[in-house]
């Protein structure tokens, strides 16, 4: 029997936690197109899903990924199939890796996004999705997910929806009649408490929150490289952001996941090396072109075309460092969440203060990672 005493624990004068990060990871592009070409020649699964979540050593049950709290998923369709509808609170990232296929997703109007190679696409949480192989070869994509983080909590819901669901306009259901028109959140009381901006709400407020519109958005890698530079000293910029205004200042792709596209031509000059930077916000780099070496906490990782990286475990300090041939990346951190839970702890230069991003006045005079800016 469990007794009141039994769920104590005693932490008086414990010290302060020290973070405790998973190890930096690889993942080598002939691992992935194995896995790819394995996933094709499977039968096909009832619902149509070929995929393999890539667990890190390091993870455990609930909530496996490649990173803590994050999913990296190859999935996989052959020509002419396509997966069953679902919908989940979960949100993803997808890049395309092989091939082609379009993407429906249900909001507030129907979103058709055909993805290619290297394109960029955002599935907002709750919005009943389906992936079909519209081409002639192998789609397959990196799908980027917060679904360990919710399986973690206990909390990640998802859900198929009916045979024959195709994704339409969704409409606003009517407002409940049985309650009184005055509880609403337009109308619930709201109150000063001091001077100092706290204040007293109705219940409302919490279950009949401000909508903000979250839509799937697609990033085409034919319009982003445009904006990234170009040739080596032409005095583009080498790495951008890829935006979703739902997420107003955290500066997400999603509410979850920012992603960068960097791109430093050949002939880009290599910084000296020295020492890097670290963040809470855990960092995955997918390498589409060049080659080079990371050092994280010591350890050097040396990575190429096709790899899939854990670059940056949270708080754990890295520098990256290309090849002559310059690189193209693209980068996925949970930087969203940690700006939402007032958690994102940055330190640029290693002996330079320790920031709190979007608390505090932040990081200035960067055109790249350690890049002088003007």
Same mark, same amino acid.
């Given at each position: ?81 396509? =997966? ?21 997703? @249900? ?46 909590? =206990? ?63 697609h990033w085409p890698w034919e319009e982003v490289r445009r904006h990234l530079s ?39 000059? @290599? ?30 990782? =040396? ?18 460092? @290309? ?9 996925? @951190? ?41």
């Amino acid at each position: 029997m469990t007794t009141f005493q039994n769920l104590m624990l005693d932490v008086s004068g414990a010290a302060a936690p020290a973070p405790a990060p998973w190890r930096p990871i690889k993942i080598t592009r002939a691992e992935i197109d194995a896995e790819i070409d394995r996933l094709s020649a499977a039968p096909a699964p009832a619902n149509g899903r070929r995929a393999s979540r890539i667990v890190h050593p390091s993870a455990v049950a609930p909530g496996l990924g490649f990173a803590p709290g994050v999913s990296v998923t190859i999935e996989v369709l052959d020509p002419g199939e396509r =997966t069953a509808p679902m919908r989940e609170n979960a949100h993803r990232v997808e890049i395309g890796i092989r091939g082609s296929g379009r993407i429906s997703v @249900q909001g507030r109007d129907v979103r058709e996004i055909d993805l290619a190679r290297l394109d960029v696409a955002n599935i907002p949480a709750m919005q009943g999705f389906v992936f079909r192989n519209t081409g002639d070869e192998v789609w397959a994509r990196l799908s980027y997910s917060n679904a360990p983080l919710l399986e973690k909590l =206990t909390a990640h819901y998802a859900e198929d929806l009916p045979e024959g669901w195709e994704p339409r306009r969704r409409t606003a259901g009517p407002r409940s009649t049985e309650a009184p028109a005055a509880y609403t959140r337009g109308t619930a009381p709201d109150h000063a408490i001091g001077t100092d901006g706290a204040r007293l709400r109705g219940y409302e407020f919490l279950v009949d929150i401000e909508v903000v519109e979250s839509l799937a958005l697609h990033w085409p890698w034919e319009e982003v490289r445009r904006h990234l530079s170009r040739t080596a000293g032409d005095g583009g910029r080498t790495i951008m952001a890829l935006y979703n205004p739902a997420t107003r200042r955290r500066q997400g792709a999603t509410h979850n996941f920012f992603v960068t596209a960097s791109y430093l031509p050949p002939g880009s000059g @290599q910084r000296p090396r020295g020492r890097g930077h670290k963040h809470t916000s855990v960092a995955i780099n997918y390498h589409f072109a060049g080659h080079g070496e990371s050092e994280v906490d010591g350890e050097t990782l =040396t990575w190429e075309e096709g790899d899939l990286l854990l670059s940056a475990p949270s708080w754990l300090e890295h520098a990256h460092y @290309q090849g002559a041939e310059g690189l193209g990346a693209f980068t996925v @951190q949970d930087h969203p969440l940690h700006i939402g839970m007032e958690s994102l702890v940055w330190q640029e230069e290693m002996d330079g203060p320790v920031l709190t991003l979007g608390s505090e006045d932040g990081q200035t005079g960067y055109v790249g990672p350690r890049e002088a800016g003007s």
